[in-house]
């Protein structure tokens, strides 16, 4: 063993690597334990045109396909891993599934068409305060795997709104309606981008964002996609 090799063991023993899903020691360098990762909640809705997905954005906001990489199950690796990703200061989770969800997915080529990746903006307040935009992150990942660019200069937050969490689905939709600014600087009239949030919950958020883009490109196709889709 050399020096470095010892000093990676000594680091490792002080701070032994953890599963981010249960917090077991890992043998290997990876986000998920095997248990973890043998049984994510996966969900096959990039294989079904109508799904539990799309069914959210039905009569709201036209959009070409949606589907979520997980199924979000409270008391489990996604809750974990979603919660560390959003408040521990984990960018790389959201990269590290968005690397996972797109290996998942391109197996049946999903994202062939899609030009560019957008995901949904944070309030500037709120980005400084956490450090990162978690959408971004698994964006990120997405476009590390796929080659397909993303931008985070298209569609901006201008509303710092209230957190969503505890609010009923009109209260979100109306907390954040108009609160996204979309810019000019690129034209989407030809475009079709994949849209992506980190979990979908009544859709207020994604459809709020949809309809900005749409407004400012009507001739723009959206199809989204999430790390999660909650359960109501
Ligand atoms: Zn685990």
Do not use: W
């Amino acid at each position: 063993m050399n020096v470095s090799e010892q000093l990676i063991r000594l680091v490792n023993n002080i701070f032994p690597q953890t599963c981010e899903g249960c917090h077991n020691k890992l043998s290997h360098d990876n986000l998920l334990c095997t248990d973890c990762m043998y049984n994510l909640p996966i969900s096959d809705h990039h294989l079904i045109d109508e799904n539990k997905f799309t069914d959210h954005f039905l009569g709201r906001v036209s959009i070409e396909k949606g589907a979520a990489y997980l199924n979000f199950r409270k008391e489990g690796a996604v809750q974990e891993l979603l919660h560390n990703l959003k408040y521990g200061g984990k960018f790389f989770i959201g990269e590290m599934l968005g690397r996972m969800s797109a290996e998942h997915i391109t197996k049946e080529n999903y994202l062939d068409d899609i030009d560019l990746i957008i995901p949904v903006p944070l309030h500037k307040t709120k980005k400084s305060i956490r450090g990162y935009n978690q959408c971004e992150a698994f964006a990120k990942g997405l476009s590390t795997f796929t080659n397909i660019p993303y931008r985070i200069d298209v569609l901006l937050k201008i509303k710092n709104t209230s957190s969503q969490t505890s609010k009923t689905r009109i209260q979100r939709i109306n907390n954040v309606a108009e609160s996204f600014f979309v810019s000019d600087r690129i034209d989407l009239n030809q475009s079709h981008i994949l849209l992506v949030d980190d979990v979908v919950t009544t859709g207020a958020t994604l459809e709020s964002c949809a309809l900005s883009l749409k407004k400012k490109f009507p001739g723009l196709k959206i199809s989204m996609y999430t790390i999660a889709i909650a359960n109501s």
